[in-house]
């Protein structure tokens, strides 16, 4: 699927002997024509014409670039690297899952070779991060939190409720004030719900 020009409401794409009409789109005196503004896509599914539509740019595919601050849900960890599921890029949320490492390298900008991944992240956690690469074959994006604004943004207790940060290494569940470890992120006002 691969955006082909952009269209404005009402803007003939082509004919019905060449196209089927997708999403976002009408038909009218065997024309195809754009319901509203967007990129026009189109899609062979197989069938023995390819099917046309039109996206809004909200719905046109976007992937993490390198440098993008991406949100991200830690799924599992082990002593090398924690595995994540990128959710948003920046505050625009993904319609496909993308799968994403950070390394025990790339944790934090200091004292690389001290970090113990258990210490700083735990699958279930919201994480902010930075895309470094693309990483190996599996298209594993690779991350980094070596950056005080990044990290865990969101982290809840064993006993289930969401902890406070009280430093830049631990959160404290407001219930049972246990502590736990994990790389908070400084979060900047900018990211903040209103």
């Known amino acids: 699927m691969s955006p082909w020009k952009v269209c404005v409401p009402g803007e003939r794409l082509c004919s019905t002997e060449v196209c089927k009409a997708g999403s976002g789109t009408y038909i009218r005196h ?30 046109a595919q976007l992937l993490p670039d390198v440098n993008a601050i991406v949100t991200c849900k830690v799924t599992s960890i082990n002593p ?14 993904l319609k496909n899952k993308f799968r994403g490492t950070i390394r025990k390298e790339d944790v ?42 990044l990290g865990v943004v969101v982290a809840h207790s064993e006993a289930g409720v969401q902890m406070v940060p009280i430093s830049w290494c631990e959160m404290q569940c407001p219930r049972t004030h246990a502590k736990e470890f994990r790389k908070v992120a ?6 903040l719900m209103p």
């Open 30 to 59: 065997s024309f195809i024509f754009a319901s509203l503004a967007g990129y026009v896509v189109k899609k062979n599914e197989g069938e023995e014409l390819p099917v046309i539509s039109v996206a809004r740019e909200t719905e």
């Open 108 to 149: 934090r900008a200091t004292e690389k070779d001290k970090v113990e991944i258990y210490k700083c992240f735990r699958p279930g956690d919201i994480v902010l991060a930075k895309v470094i690469s693309l990483g190996d074959v599996q298209s594993n994006y690779l991350l980094t939190t070596a950056e005080n604004e």
């Open 80 to 93: 090398r690297f924690a595995k994540v599921h990128i959710l948003y890029v920046g505050s625009t949320p």
């Open 186 to 191: 400084r979060v900047q006002p900018e990211y």
